[in-house]
Protein backbone atom coordinates (compact mmCIF):
# COMPACT_ATOMS: atom_id res chain seq x y z
CA UNK A 1 0.00 0.00 0.00
CA UNK A 2 1.35 3.05 -0.79
CA UNK A 3 1.94 5.43 -3.92
CA UNK A 4 4.54 6.73 -6.26
CA UNK A 5 4.54 8.95 -9.41
CA UNK A 6 7.09 8.90 -11.99
CA UNK A 7 6.68 12.29 -14.80
CA UNK A 8 8.68 12.87 -17.94
CA UNK A 9 9.62 16.34 -18.82
CA UNK A 10 11.59 18.05 -21.53
CA UNK A 11 14.51 18.63 -19.30
CA UNK A 12 14.99 15.31 -17.34
CA UNK A 13 12.29 13.18 -14.70
CA UNK A 14 10.11 13.25 -11.51
CA UNK A 15 9.66 11.08 -9.07
CA UNK A 16 7.42 11.32 -6.26
CA UNK A 17 6.26 8.97 -3.35
CA UNK A 18 4.58 8.90 0.18
CA UNK A 19 6.54 7.85 2.92
CA UNK A 20 4.30 5.54 5.11
CA UNK A 21 4.76 1.31 5.00
CA UNK A 22 1.91 -0.51 6.51
CA UNK A 23 1.48 -3.82 7.27
CA UNK A 24 -2.14 -4.74 6.68
CA UNK A 25 -3.89 -1.69 8.78
CA UNK A 26 -0.65 -1.42 10.78
CA UNK A 27 1.51 1.21 10.16
CA UNK A 28 4.90 0.24 10.28
CA UNK A 29 6.91 3.02 9.43
CA UNK A 30 6.35 6.83 8.57
CA UNK A 31 9.87 7.47 6.94
CA UNK A 32 9.85 4.46 4.35
CA UNK A 33 12.52 5.65 1.30
CA UNK A 34 10.40 4.52 -1.80
CA UNK A 35 12.75 6.25 -4.20
CA UNK A 36 16.07 4.64 -4.65
CA UNK A 37 19.07 6.38 -6.18
CA UNK A 38 21.02 4.16 -8.89
CA UNK A 39 23.04 7.10 -9.53
CA UNK A 40 23.47 10.24 -10.46
CA UNK A 41 21.42 10.02 -13.97
CA UNK A 42 18.81 7.09 -12.99
CA UNK A 43 16.25 6.29 -9.75
CA UNK A 44 13.81 3.74 -9.00
CA UNK A 45 10.33 4.21 -6.89
CA UNK A 46 9.21 1.01 -5.46
CA UNK A 47 5.48 -0.10 -4.43
CA UNK A 48 4.95 -3.54 -2.74
CA UNK A 49 6.98 -5.43 -0.85
CA UNK A 50 9.90 -3.01 0.67
CA UNK A 51 12.26 -6.19 1.37
CA UNK A 52 11.79 -7.31 -2.23
CA UNK A 53 11.88 -4.17 -3.60
CA UNK A 54 15.30 -3.01 -2.20
CA UNK A 55 16.62 -6.38 -2.66
CA UNK A 56 15.87 -6.32 -6.35
CA UNK A 57 17.09 -2.46 -6.96
CA UNK A 58 20.48 -3.28 -4.76
CA UNK A 59 21.44 -6.07 -7.18
CA UNK A 60 20.49 -3.97 -10.66
CA UNK A 61 22.27 -1.15 -9.11
CA UNK A 62 25.54 -3.85 -8.56
CA UNK A 63 24.69 -4.97 -12.22
CA UNK A 64 24.65 -1.89 -13.58
CA UNK A 65 28.33 -0.58 -12.09
CA UNK A 66 29.33 -4.27 -13.19
CA UNK A 67 28.34 -4.03 -16.99
CA UNK A 68 29.46 -0.38 -17.43
CA UNK A 69 32.63 -1.13 -16.31
CA UNK A 70 33.29 -4.04 -18.77
CA UNK A 71 31.68 -2.67 -21.88
CA UNK A 72 32.84 1.26 -20.82
CA UNK A 73 29.93 2.99 -20.77
CA UNK A 74 26.90 2.76 -18.66
CA UNK A 75 22.92 0.85 -19.54
CA UNK A 76 20.41 3.13 -20.94
CA UNK A 77 17.54 3.33 -19.05
CA UNK A 78 15.43 1.12 -20.81
CA UNK A 79 17.99 -1.58 -20.70
CA UNK A 80 18.24 -1.12 -16.98
CA UNK A 81 14.68 -1.36 -16.47
CA UNK A 82 14.92 -4.59 -18.95
CA UNK A 83 17.55 -5.86 -16.05
CA UNK A 84 15.40 -4.98 -13.15
CA UNK A 85 12.04 -6.56 -15.35
CA UNK A 86 14.44 -9.60 -16.24
CA UNK A 87 15.48 -10.24 -12.70
CA UNK A 88 11.66 -10.13 -11.38
CA UNK A 89 10.08 -12.23 -13.98
CA UNK A 90 13.15 -14.85 -13.21
CA UNK A 91 11.63 -14.91 -9.77
CA UNK A 92 7.91 -14.96 -10.69
CA UNK A 93 8.86 -18.21 -12.66
CA UNK A 94 11.02 -20.26 -9.94
CA UNK A 95 7.80 -19.55 -7.75
CA UNK A 96 9.84 -16.70 -5.73
CA UNK A 97 8.18 -13.96 -7.17
CA UNK A 98 9.38 -10.50 -5.92
CA UNK A 99 6.32 -8.88 -4.76
CA UNK A 100 7.11 -5.12 -6.09
CA UNK A 101 5.95 -2.83 -8.78
CA UNK A 102 8.88 -0.22 -10.28
CA UNK A 103 9.01 3.28 -11.67
CA UNK A 104 12.33 3.86 -13.47
CA UNK A 105 13.37 7.17 -14.22
CA UNK A 106 16.39 8.42 -15.57
CA UNK A 107 18.18 10.38 -18.42
CA UNK A 108 20.53 8.72 -20.89
CA UNK A 109 22.33 9.77 -24.01
CA UNK A 110 18.95 9.92 -25.98
CA UNK A 111 17.08 11.84 -23.27
CA UNK A 112 14.61 11.47 -20.62
CA UNK A 113 12.38 8.49 -20.27
CA UNK A 114 10.29 6.96 -17.53
CA UNK A 115 9.27 3.26 -17.58
CA UNK A 116 7.41 0.80 -15.65
CA UNK A 117 7.67 -2.74 -14.53
CA UNK A 118 6.81 -5.39 -12.25
CA UNK A 119 6.85 -8.82 -11.79
CA UNK A 120 5.46 -9.78 -14.32
CA UNK A 121 8.38 -8.74 -16.70
CA UNK A 122 6.44 -6.44 -19.04
CA UNK A 123 7.89 -2.83 -18.97
CA UNK A 124 6.08 -0.11 -20.78
CA UNK A 125 7.28 3.48 -21.70
CA UNK A 126 4.98 6.54 -20.15
CA UNK A 127 4.31 9.79 -20.33
CA UNK A 128 3.28 9.74 -16.36
CA UNK A 129 2.71 6.29 -14.28
CA UNK A 130 1.51 6.16 -10.84
CA UNK A 131 1.15 2.23 -8.90
CA UNK A 132 0.21 1.35 -5.69
CA UNK A 133 -3.13 1.55 -3.36
CA UNK A 134 -2.99 5.09 -3.94
CA UNK A 135 -2.61 4.88 -7.67
CA UNK A 136 -6.61 5.47 -9.07
CA UNK A 137 -6.65 8.86 -7.37
CA UNK A 138 -2.95 9.82 -7.95
CA UNK A 139 -3.99 9.38 -11.77
CA UNK A 140 -7.09 11.82 -11.44
CA UNK A 141 -4.61 14.49 -10.99
CA UNK A 142 -1.81 13.52 -13.09
CA UNK A 143 -4.92 13.04 -16.04
CA UNK A 144 -6.34 16.49 -15.40
CA UNK A 145 -2.92 18.30 -14.94
CA UNK A 146 0.17 16.72 -17.21
CA UNK A 147 0.93 18.78 -20.28
CA UNK A 148 4.00 17.58 -22.73
CA UNK A 149 6.72 19.76 -22.15
CA UNK A 150 6.57 19.90 -18.60
CA UNK A 151 9.51 21.37 -16.88
CA UNK A 152 11.49 19.56 -14.02
CA UNK A 153 9.74 22.36 -11.73
CA UNK A 154 6.65 21.94 -12.95
CA UNK A 155 6.56 18.27 -12.88
CA UNK A 156 7.38 18.31 -9.17
CA UNK A 157 4.46 20.69 -8.26
CA UNK A 158 2.40 17.97 -9.68
CA UNK A 159 3.94 15.03 -8.74
CA UNK A 160 3.54 16.71 -4.88
CA UNK A 161 -0.19 17.16 -5.98
CA UNK A 162 -1.15 13.70 -6.89
CA UNK A 163 0.44 12.09 -4.06
CA UNK A 164 -0.80 14.58 -1.92
CA UNK A 165 -4.24 13.68 -3.46
CA UNK A 166 -4.10 9.80 -2.89
CA UNK A 167 -2.87 10.88 0.71
CA UNK A 168 -6.41 12.38 1.64
CA UNK A 169 -8.11 9.37 0.33
CA UNK A 170 -5.86 6.10 0.36
CA UNK A 171 -5.03 4.77 4.29
CA UNK A 172 -2.10 3.06 2.54
CA UNK A 173 -0.13 6.55 2.08
CA UNK A 174 0.78 9.27 3.95
CA UNK A 175 3.34 10.34 6.03
CA UNK A 176 4.65 13.24 3.67
CA UNK A 177 6.35 13.11 0.34
CA UNK A 178 9.66 12.64 -1.11
CA UNK A 179 10.57 14.09 -4.43
CA UNK A 180 13.25 13.26 -6.80
CA UNK A 181 14.21 15.30 -10.15
CA UNK A 182 16.78 14.25 -12.25
CA UNK A 183 17.37 16.50 -14.56
CA UNK A 184 19.13 16.04 -18.08
CA UNK A 185 21.90 18.61 -16.91
CA UNK A 186 23.50 15.60 -14.78
CA UNK A 187 24.93 14.43 -18.21
CA UNK A 188 28.55 15.28 -19.16
CA UNK A 189 28.65 17.38 -22.35
CA UNK A 190 30.47 14.79 -24.12
CA UNK A 191 27.41 12.15 -23.58
CA UNK A 192 24.93 13.77 -24.57
CA UNK A 193 23.15 13.41 -27.70
CA UNK A 194 22.82 16.61 -30.16
Known sequence: MTTIVG??????VVLSSDKRASKGFFIGSK????????????????AGQVSDAEYLVNAVRAERALVTL??????????TTKLISNVAYQGM?????????????GVDAVGPHVYVTDMSGAVSAESFVSSGSGSPIAYGVLESNYKENM??????ILGTNAVHAAMERDPGSGNGIDVVAIPSAVLAPEVKVA
Open 93 to 105: KSYQPYFAEFIVA
Open 151 to 156: TVDQAK
Open 70 to 79: QRGYPLTVKE
Open 31 to 46: LTQKILKVDDTLAVAI
Open 7 to 12: ILCKDG
